[in-house]
């Protein structure tokens, strides 16, 4: 006998707890209401209500696989916390399969190509050629010029003066140049570093030589000189930052998002960036980036807006029944899914099928109630 909950006092906490027993059957809402039917389950709406989206409760119960709408941000760090199987599109397909995880088509979605991906994941450009290399091949021949084989500047160079394989090349393999030295065993923990080679390890592991405590964590991971060793080098954690990288200034290095990323979010979630106080909260509890990198990439909040699109946009929190009604009917053509709709109105600035939902009882309820056909 299903579990009986009164519909009168639905809790983010009770439809968490429903949705975690019934995990196998939270497929579709669809096929989660005729499950819900059977077993006198709350249906999908309840889970629209609460968490906004039916995509949203299926990714607050920890599904990230088919069909639940990840952000590019969210698609980065699953992409980064796996990034040793980051490597080509079908070695990630195999993996992702395995462990229910977005496939590369979600990639190309967000990114258009996957070297772009590539390069958002693991931090460097991705170069295209055909080496004709071999993992084993590359690590026989870092062996043999392992006293060259430093630094990923000192092995550009070299390895351009010997015809050898280039550090991009290693970096493709084997995800980035440390990793590299660490399949060679090369990253035991030197005694001393000359002044350049500091820098170039600064500048190579720039995105975590941002804090002092940072760069010590990122440092142990990795063995590599600590923040006291370049203080000692350079008189001063702010000098060295200066004399590395050119500047100083840790916020930009911790938010460090291109502009054209900003943007992609920003507008993925449209609904939610009209306000600085919407937007913190919004971004806290999806892990998105805050107030302080759009300010920075655009100089003002006002900026950011305007060029996300959102200073044009109206919005409104309540709608009549016969106005929902009017702009469904007159928006017909759209009317017809969740999906298909959702993305309409994100554009137009409409209401968005959480609203039909809440006001008629279900989306399919609020398509006949307003005429459309059932999809």
């Known amino acids: 006998m299903g579990l009986k909950v009164n519909k009168s006092k639905y809790s983010r906490e009770i439809l968490l707890e429903i949705g975690k027993n019934h995990l196998e059957h939270f ?23 609460y968490f906004g989206t039916w995509q949203q409760a299926k990714r607050t119960l920890g599904l990230h696989g088919a069909g639940v709408k990840l952000t590019p941000l969210e698609v980065l760090k699953i992409a980064k916390e796996n990034k040793e199987h980051f490597q080509s599109a079908d070695r990630w397909n195999t993996y992702a399969e395995k462990h229910n995880l977005p496939k590369h088509s979600v990639f190309l979605k967000y990114f258009r190509t996957w070297n772009n991906a590539k390069e958002l994941v693991h931090g460097y450009r991705i170069r295209t050629s055909t080496t004709g290399y071999t993992s084993a091949s590359l690590l026989k021949i870092a062996l043999e010029h392992k006293e060259n084989f430093t630094t990923a500047s000192n092995w550009e160079k070299y390895s351009k003066a010997c015809k050898l394989p ?10 980035t140049w440390n990793d590299a030295k660490n399949k060679l065993g090369l990253l035991a923990i030197k005694n001393s570093y000359t002044t350049q080679e500091l820098i170039e390890i600064a500048k190579e592991n720039k995105e975590h030589f941002s804090s002092m405590s940072n760069w010590n964590s990122h440092a142990k991971k990795k063995a590599l000189p600590t923040g006291e060793t370049y203080i000692k080098r350079f008189g001063s954690w702010k000098k060295s930052h200066k004399e590395c990288l050119g500047t100083y200034n840790c ?34 509890e999806h892990e998105l980036p805050s107030i302080k990198p759009y300010v920075n990439q655009f100089g003002s909040w006002n900026e950011a807006k305007k060029a996300v699109g959102v200073d044009e946009i109206r919005y409104r929190k309540n709608y009549t029944t016969d106005e929902l009604k009017q702009i469904a009917q007159k928006h017909k053509k759209y009317f017809t899914s969740i999906s298909i709709w959702d993305k309409y109105a994100r554009k137009h600035n409409l209401p968005w099928t959480v609203t039909y939902s809440n006001r008629f009882g279900s989306w399919n309820k609020a398509k006949k109630a307003v005429g459309a056909s059932s999809s």
Do not use: C
């Not at 809402?29 to 499950?35: F, L, P, V």
């Open 251 to 284: 916020t930009k290095i911790k938010y460090n998002y291109p502009k054209e990323m900003l943007l992609k979010i920003a507008k993925a979630h449209i609904e939610n960036f009209t306000s600085v106080r919407s937007w913190s909260k919004y971004a806290k």
């Open 27 to 49: 497929k579709t809402a669809k096929h989660w209401d005729q499950y819900a039917q059977k077993n006198n389950l709350p249906k999908s709406w309840a889970f629209h209500t």
């Open 166 to 175: 280039s550090a991009t090349t290693y970096r493709n393999f084997f995800g």
